[in-house]
């Protein structure tokens, strides 16, 4: 029997040991926020997640952990069935302060494990965490230590070392990696930011880093590039990337040529999504436009499809840029299901479906009393099995949606879902008794990283 609600849960020594007020509102400093949830081909399921605290007043070098500022990243295992297995924390390692009661001895590899913001099981069973910076951690599957860590400087002009990997993964059914890296200089900013797709076949363990080969660019000329901008690891047609070496037509300038009413000025300052794998030689990139202060809805928008031979081969059809706009709550994720030939895409607006061609095969409306509870929703994976994993978020709770066998019967899989859930939280509630939907565990191994 496939649950659908799944907790994600704050260790209660955690919790404990700084005196965690969990009814405090998070306007007052303080706050649990899930990051990405991915499955390993063995059903497992690994959530990344961060909790923090900072009170105004609070000093830095405060010794009472009940008043001490604090943030920790945190990785729970799930077995298939949505049982908890394991707990790994690591601390925040710059502005606030840390206390390192929790746990043994670590590599101290595991320090920045904070700003990674997406999961990826490897094709070895290891555990891949990313972000900003080009910054990847592997984690062992059990949880229980960090075996190496990829990183190098957010800004071009910050010191440090330029060991880094990618900021976002994904697997292919064949075990390659689909990888999204970052240039500095984009648009003139000094920030390394998401500019190049690639994928490499080449296995990646604590000892041995792959090339990568770069099939797409979002960007194709960022300014004021030297030769100390050059990236060896990431290689076009044998020469590494950088200055103005890249793969071209860049996404940009592809989408910007093909709609009849687009102007240059459309995609400035556009932002690259995290990639998914539709299937082995096939992937979906989503692109979106500028992001203003005074609200973006209507802005453009795309999600393209590229080949692994660096060929873009058409985009997701079938959206409207205002009334189904993923600007609405920052909603660009995308999930794929390669042994199905899926993907989908949650927004405020509505649940989509396309086939591989691109073609829209559902839309479901979130207006709908039906589907209406998905709004309070992020789509966060697509399982091997080709369950949705959503995760609510406000209430810390996953919600799996099993696969359809037509996407034409995703309508009523989801209402099935949805009631199945509304019924296993309210025993949830019983069993955990959370306090303003934070729940705790004292019951699974909590290592430190």
Not at 39 to 65: C, K
Not at 66 to 75: I, N, P, R
Not at 273 to 298: C, K, T, Y
Request: hydrophobic share 35%.
């Amino acid at each position: 029997m496939i649950t659908h609600a799944i907790p994600v849960p704050l260790p209660s020594a955690l919790v404990d040991h700084h005196a965690v007020d969990l009814e405090r509102k998070y306007t007052d400093g303080w706050g649990v926020r899930v990051d990405d949830v991915t499955t390993a081909p063995t059903g497992e399921i690994y959530a990344l997640y961060g909790v923090h605290r900072h009170t105004y007043g609070v000093t830095d070098d405060e010794a009472d952990p009940a008043k001490a500022d604090f943030g920790y990243s945190l990785l729970t295992r799930y077995a298939p069935d949505g049982t908890l297995l394991a707990t790994a924390v690591s601390g925040q390692s710059e502005y606030l302060r840390q206390d390192t009661t929790f746990g043994g001895p670590t590599t101290g590899l595991g320090e920045d494990l904070w700003w990674a913001k997406g999961l990826c099981v490897l094709p070895d069973g290891t555990l891949a965490a990313t972000g900003p910076g080009d910054q990847t951690h592997l984690v062992t599957a059990d949880l229980t230590a960090v075996t190496a860590r990829h990183h190098m400087p957010l800004r071009s002009y910050d010191d440090g070392p330029r060991n880094p990997f990618a900021s976002w993964i994904s697997t292919t059914p064949a075990g390659r990696m689909l990888c999204t890296t970052g240039e500095y200089g984009l648009y003139n900013y000094a920030d390394l930011l998401n500019n190049i797709v690639s994928i490499t076949d080449q296995p990646f363990t604590p000892t041995s880093k792959p090339t990568l080969r770069a099939l797409a660019s979002m960007e194709a000329e960022p300014v004021k590039h030297t030769e100390a901008d050059l990236r060896p690891d990431i290689l076009f047609n044998g020469e590494p990337v950088g200055m103005d070496h890249r793969p071209r037509p860049s996404l940009t300038e592809h989408l910007t040529e093909l709609e009849q009413t687009a102007r240059q000025w459309d995609w400035h300052d556009a932002r690259l999504g995290r990639p998914a794998v539709v299937r082995e030689d096939l992937f979906v990139v989503p692109i979106f436009g500028h992001i203003f202060r005074g609200g973006s809805r209507g802005q453009r928008f795309a999600f393209v499809l590229v080949s692994d031979k660096g060929e873009i081969v058409g985009q997701l059809g079938g959206m409207h840029l205002y009334r189904d706009s993923p600007f609405t709550g920052f909603c660009f994720e995308i999930a794929a299901d390669p042994a199905r030939e899926r993907m989908y895409h949650l927004n405020r607006y509505g649940l989509f479906a396309w086939t591989a061609k691109g073609m829209r095969a559902q839309r479901l409306d979130l207006e709908d009393k039906r589907y209406k509870l998905l709004k309070h929703f992020t789509l966060v994976d697509c399982t091997p099995a080709g369950d949705l994993i959503l995760v609510h978020r406000t209430q810390h709770l996953m919600l799996r949606i099993p696969c359809p066998a037509s996407l034409g019967d995703l309508g009523q899989a989801v209402e099935d879902a949805l009631r199945s859930y509304a019924k296993e939280r309210t025993l949830l509630k019983r069993q955990w008794q959370p306090v303003n939907w934070h729940w705790t565990d004292s019951t699974v191994p909590l290592h430190r990283l």
